[in-house]
T-cell receptor, first 113, second 117 residues
Framework: GESVGLHLPTLSVQEGDNSIINCAYS??????FIWYKQESGKGPQFIIDIRSNMDKRQGQRVTVLLNKTVKHLSLQIAATQPGDSAVYFCAEITKDTGNQFYFGTGTSLTVIP | GAVVSQHPSRVICKSGTSVKIECRSL??????MFWYRQFPKQSLMLMATSNEGSKATYEQGVEKDKFLINHASLTLSTLTVTSAHPEDSSFYIC?????????????FGPGTRLTVL
């Protein structure tokens, strides 16, 4: 099946710095992407999404960038806080796979106080 | 965002018993619910897709007779792990998709930690 993967399995950043988490996908027909945050022992929590007709979308302290040319997705977290420490997953969804979600392996973000 | 609950949040059982996990969408009608399994420090593994009123679609390698899924209403899906064994110990997470169209975001439940002794 199609794969969605993350470049960096772990990431450590200093509190207050910006974080960038990357994700590569392989299905050029993917038309919807979501970033989820999962804290230890909890279910994934929706952070932000983006559709393929956009290349950037901003939320509160988070920005998602989509580069369809190289099939790359990134999540930027501004002024990272200790509460941002979690595993972050990207997910892609395509109509031609029956709207199934495919999740990447996840990146563990650790914020150093 | 939408709210999805799971019950129980944690269960410990003896080998050979069956365990039922409930997934409820609390404030929207979920036309589709998904069941995932997650091992420590790993990503989510989709087990099955459940549509209200029809049989679940299982992913390759997932035993449908062992993991029984029922989606009786637009707000409730259940996963029953039959004759559980220690290797079934895992974190089970459901998600619900809706309310308006099939490409809507999946909202996840808090997960159920199953430990089989």
């Amino acid at each position: 099946g199609e794969s969605v993967g993350l470049h960096l399995p772990t990431l450590s950043v200093q509190e207050g710095d910006n974080s960038i988490i990357n994700c590569a996908y392989s299905n050029s027909a993917s038309d919807y992407f979501i970033w989820y945050k999962q804290e230890s022992g909890k279910g994934p929590q929706f952070i932000i999404d983006i559709r393929s007709n956009m290349d950037k979308r901003q939320g509160q302290r988070v920005t998602v960038l989509l580069n369809k040319t190289v099939k790359h997705l990134s999540l930027q977290i501004a002024a990272t806080q200790p509460g941002d420490s979690a595993v972050y997953f990207c997910a892609e969804i395509t109509k031609d796979t029956g709207n199934q979600f495919y999740f990447g392996t996840g990146t563990s973000l650790t914020v150093i106080p | 965002g939408a709210v999805v609950s799971q019950h129980p949040s944690r269960v410990i059982c003896k080998s050979g018993t069956s365990v039922k996990i409930e997934c409820r969408s609390l404030d929207f009608q979920a036309t589709t619910m998904f069941w995932y399994r997650q091992f420590p420090k790993q990503s989510l593994m989709l087990m099955a897709t459940s549509n209200e009123g029809s049989k679940a679609t299982y992913e390759q390698g997932v035993e449908k007779d062992k993991f029984l899924i029922n989606h009786a209403s637009l707000t409730l899906s259940t996963l029953t792990v039959t004759s559980a064994h220690p290797e079934d110990s895992s974190f089970y997470i459901c998600s619900a998709q809706g309310p308006y169209r099939s490409t809507d975001t999946q909202y996840f439940g808090p997960g159920t930690r199953l430990t089989v002794l």
